[in-house]
């Protein structure tokens, strides 16, 4: 069964508070090495048959997401 993996992490112009709280503790704990963190959603879909990218995409950016404020990564399964 094929599986088909939906990101889906903000707009870079949309403000992420929690990806700021996690920047924050990564750098009280003495990792400073991190520059900016984005916070996501990591959705894994098993299809049967062939995955169809047009509906998969749709399903993402109706029902995964909110295309106003997020983006949307669709990775389907390579041969």
């Known amino acids: 069964?094929?599986?088909v993996v939906?990101?889906?992490v903000l707009?870079?112009?949309i403000s992420d508070p929690q990806g700021q709280a996690v920047l924050g503790a990564l750098g009280r704990?003495?990792?400073s090495g991190v520059r900016s963190v984005r916070?996501?959603?990591?959705?894994?879909l098993d299809v049967?048959?062939?995955?169809d990218e047009a509906e998969l995409?749709?399903?993402?950016?109706?029902?995964?997401?909110?295309?106003?404020i997020e983006d949307?990564?669709?990775?389907?399964?390579?041969d």
Do not use: S, W, Y
Not at 39 to 44: A, E, I, L, N, S
């Open 72 to 78: 949307v990564e669709l990775h389907l399964p390579t």
């Open 57 to 68: 995409r749709e399903i993402a950016e109706t029902l995964l997401a909110n295309p106003v």
């Open 11 to 13: 707009k870079p112009e």
């Open 6 to 8: 939906v990101d889906v």
């Open 29 to 31: 704990l003495g990792h």
């Open 39 to 44: 916070q996501g959603k990591h959705f894994v």
């Open 1 to 3: 069964m094929p599986v």
């Open 48 to 51: 049967e048959g062939e995955p």
